[in-house]
């Protein structure tokens, strides 16, 4: 089991952070996890592992974090505070330290209307930021209300950013939250709206933000142009340009995967050489076999070891 | 006010069962401003449940009356009689109205007529909207006037989350983003740099998931 993030000491380095995404399955069986550590090995410097994304139930994060810890691939753990109260949260967060895992991304979550559970009470006793604030306040030995803790876990905290939703001047007051509040480094959403990406990280430079916490930017690779429509029209929070859906268009459909894949390479490309930008998280959902072709295409294979 | 609306009369009439004699009681508060439950509710509920209890070949007959507070004792002995005389009571009170009404009369069998919504306003004719949860500790100074707990659909005190689009909620276009709300009236207010600092986790002892609240005034005792 990991003692320090990998994650960690590969930003301290400065070097170009590469992370991806592993969706659990929605059974019981581990297979689909091993098999997206097998396309992730040595590819990538960690994996997220989802919360019961889209507040769909699946195998949980933590259980498919260990899985991955076994073999040999460094997780993320993600954690929503819309399934469980402060008191499940500080006590999977103290498991979750047991267990060796040190990085911790914490996010609300989507809301339970998008998933298959409709009929689920939200919990939402705590925020992101004040669950930022309690994974910080334990790693300094206490708990929320200040109960003394044996043994102060240790982490690598990490936070969402999606400098595309409203109100626009609002976001970077929040990425400045969650730094406060403890986020050490942040995993953007998807990217496809250059300018209004580069208009936030702009801001946040003027504001000393990238400074405090490394940023990641959010890549999926679109496999069509109906991919493409979709997340548009269908997906909150995600902004997809008209210019970005007439490119992949524009290519026969047997050919957009290709170009959808060649659109991803060349915003990792793009983002390297934005000043402020730590690295790239790569979401290919669905599509976990392509992320060792976008990163040696991106040209940051292999992987640094750290010694 | 408490805003409820109408359940759907086939769930009343089943509610019925075969009472042959039906009390239709309204309150003249709160759910008749949201035009469930007031005198005009009441006359139309009670003229939807004779036809269909007619259309069933039944021989039910149906009151209506409707007190000016179903919440509070001192309204309540007015509608003695007709309570008396019902072998079935539908309610066209709010959640604590109905179970005022059956506390009062302990022999009569009240039956729900509405669902209880929430605790609102009436923003425009016709278009009520859930404004305050009850929780216990009013946040509002702090966020201009609009509560997050209750407007907010993840409840955040930190927000706004990443679906908020266009001013709206990513959980429904009709649902306002609470914190575009927020944002806009504190920029209005010139407070804007209030939204920098760290809101903690709620103390939710003080609402419904502490315990069923009471309150004791002892000057108000008698």
Excluded at chain 2, 125 to 142: I, T
Aim: one cysteine or more; aromatic letters at 6%.
């Amino acid at each position: 089991m990991t003692q320090t993030s990998r994650l960690a000491g590969i930003l301290a380095a400065g070097h170009f952070a590469v992370t991806a995404e592993c969706g659990p399955p929605q059974g019981a069986d581990p297979g689909p996890v091993e098999e997206h550590a097998a396309h992730l090995a040595g590819v990538v410097d960690s994996v997220n592992v989802t919360d019961n994304q889209t507040a769909v139930v699946r195998l949980s994060s933590m259980a498919s974090a260990v899985i991955l810890s076994r073999l040999g691939l460094e997780p993320v753990l993600q954690m929503v505070t819309r399934d469980r109260n402060r008191i499940a949260l500080q006590s999977d967060l103290l498991g979750a330290a047991a267990l060796g895992i040190r990085n911790v991304l914490c996010l609300t979550g989507d809301h339970q209307s998008f998933g298959n559970q409709k009929s689920a009470l939200g919990v939402f006793d705590l925020d992101s930021i004040q669950l930022l604030y309690a994974a910080r306040t334990m790693s300094e030995g206490r708990l929320l209300d200040g109960t003394e803790l044996s043994a102060s876990p240790e982490y690598f905290l990490g936070a969402a950013a999606n400098p595309f939703a409203d109100p626009v001047e609002f976001r970077v007051i929040r990425l400045a939250k969650k730094i406060d509040a403890g986020a050490r480094f942040i995993q953007t959403q998807c990217i496809y709206n250059r300018s209004r990406f580069e208009e936030w990280i702009k801001r946040a430079r003027e504001e000393g933000l990238t400074e405090k916490a490394y940023i990641l930017g959010g890549i999926t690779p679109l496999k069509s142009a109906r991919m493409a429509q979709y997340m548009k029209d269908k997906v909150a929070g995600m902004d997809v340009p008209d210019e970005v859906i007439d490119r992949i268009k524009g290519v026969p459909a047997k050919e957009q995967a290709k170009e959808g894949i060649r659109m991803a390479v060349e915003t990792i490309e793009w983002l390297r050489g934005l000043e402020g930008m730590a690295g790239v998280h790569i979401m290919a959902i669905g599509w976990e076999s392509k992320v060792p072709e976008i990163v040696r295409a991106a040209g940051l294979s292999p992987r640094p070891s750290l010694a | 006010m408490i805003v409820a609306d109408k359940k759907p009369l086939a769930e009343v009439l089943a509610s019925i069962g075969k009472a042959g004699r039906v009390l239709v009681i309204g309150c003249d508060t709160c759910v008749a401003e949201c035009a469930a439950g007031g005198r005009k509710e009441v006359a139309l509920t009670a003229s939807a449940l004779r036809i269909a209890l007619e259309k069933e070949g039944r021989r039910v007959e149906v009151r209506e009356a409707c007190l000016d507070r179903q919440c509070v004792n001192e309204f309540l002995p007015e509608a003695a009689e007709d309570m008396a005389w019902a072998e079935r009571i539908v309610s066209l009170g709010c959640g604590a109205g109905v179970q005022a009404l059956a506390r009062f009369y302990p022999e009569s069998d009240v039956v729900p007529g509405l669902n209880t919504q929430f605790i609102g306003t009436t923003v425009q004719p016709g278009v009520w909207v859930e404004e305050c949860s009850g929780c216990g500790d009013c946040k509002l100074a702090f966020f201009g006037a609009v509560c997050p707990v209750t407007r907010c659909s993840k409840r955040l005190l930190n927000g706004p989350c990443g679906g908020s689009k266009g001013g709206k909620c990513e959980v429904s276009p009709e649902v306002d983003c609470a914190w575009q709300l927020i944002y806009d009236r504190l920029a209005a207010l010139g407070l804007l740099a209030r939204l920098r600092e760290f809101v903690p986790p709620a103390d939710w002892s003080a609402s419904h998931s502490g315990r069923p609240r009471t309150i004791i005034r002892e000057d108000r005792r008698i």
